[in-house]
């Protein structure tokens, strides 16, 4: 397939998700545009271990900081779905689109409710800014994540917005909001359905299936939080072993805080022949940010030493110590 051959193909692409997944179709657009880098917060302990391991952790939904969203996100759909009026509208297009797939999508995604809630697995980054946020970090993420002995890893946006399916783990923004906000969008959704009848039901004669509509909702679910939260600007990877598991994926149980769980691990590795590159600790890693400590730089040394172990260069320039004052 030649260069042109994939634009076409990476357009048609991008016209199918801005019907599907309005809202981060648009935002992803945006990060694109602007070169945003993702960072992830966390304590040293868990950056050493990153590092040590080559590898990141996906974690249940059910064992996060914040489960709560689950339930929130949940709340947002069934308020826009029954009290809005948006579910038979939804199930009326399906129906159009694709006979019966609307009438099934409800009982459906009913009945794997249970599943979302047990078996998905994420990974929580955040957008990076420039200017002092990129020499300090976040004030309000390092109370949050960073603990007495906080670090913050910067990504640069690649593999994250790959359209690789080499993981079957997907980036998704997170949507800040009310059930009115949720609905809203919600809304939007519908009526990009409403508006591209002709399209879709000419790709469900060319193969697609519009009962796979299910996962819309499950995204739109995982990816909704309070609106309290927005200054976090929240992106998440979302898989589901159970649903569409990947051989580039892999799985281990441990005990964190006592308590024993499945853990699900991106290793730092290219997939060249998937179409998934610059995931490699040298790639993929521009700097590490040394929270707020009583011991930064022996903390800074430690992280040197492992960025020199995994091979990456001008180490010096890749490590910066935070002198944000936070009270601990």
Request: contains cysteine; glycine residues 6%; charged residues 20%.
């Amino acid at each position: 397939m030649n260069s042109d051959d994939l634009a076409a193909q990476q357009a048609g692409l991008d016209a199918i998700n801005a019907i599907l997944f309005p809202y981060a179709a648009e935002r992803m657009a945006e990060i694109k545009a602007n070169s945003t880098r993702f960072v992830h917060y966390t304590s040293a302990a868990a950056g050493i271990s990153i590092l040590q391991n080559n590898c990141v952790w996906l974690r249940n939904s059910s064992l996060m900081n914040d489960y709560s969203e689950v339930k929130h996100g949940l709340d947002c759909l069934f308020y826009a779905w029954n009290e809005k009026g948006l579910g038979e509208r939804f199930s009326a297009v399906l129906n159009a689109i694709d006979p019966n797939s609307g009438d099934k999508l409800q009982a459906t995604f009913n009945d794997t409710i249970p599943e979302l809630v047990s078996e998905s697995y994420l990974l929580s980054i955040s957008e990076h800014g420039d200017g002092i946020e990129d020499r300090v970090g976040r004030l309000s993420m390092w109370r949050a994540y960073g603990s007495s002995t906080g670090v913050a890893f910067v990504f640069n946006q690649h593999p994250f917005i790959s359209p690789s399916d080499a993981l079957h783990a997907y980036t998704s923004p997170v949507l800040y909001g009310d059930r009115s906000d949720f609905a809203g969008m919600f809304e939007r959704l519908v009526n990009g359905f409403e508006e591209n009848l002709s399209f879709l039901t000419e790709l469900v004669q060319q193969g697609w299936s519009a009962t796979n509509m299910v996962e819309i909702l499950r995204f739109a679910v995982l990816s909704a939080k309070h609106p309290g939260f927005r200054e976090e600007r929240e992106w998440r990877v979302i898989y589901n072993p159970e649903r569409n598991p990947s051989a580039n994926i892999m799985s281990e149980l441990v005990v964190l805080n006592g308590v024993p769980q499945r853990i699900h691990k991106i290793p730092f590795v290219n997939h060249p022949d998937q179409g998934f590159t610059g995931a490699t600790v040298p790639e993929l890693l521009e700097k590490i940010i040394i929270g707020p400590s009583a011991h930064p730089y022996p903390i800074a040394r430690a992280f040197a030493d492992l960025l020199e172990e995994r091979g990456v260069q001008d180490i010096g320039n890749k490590i910066v110590v935070s002198d944000i004052p936070l009270r601990q």
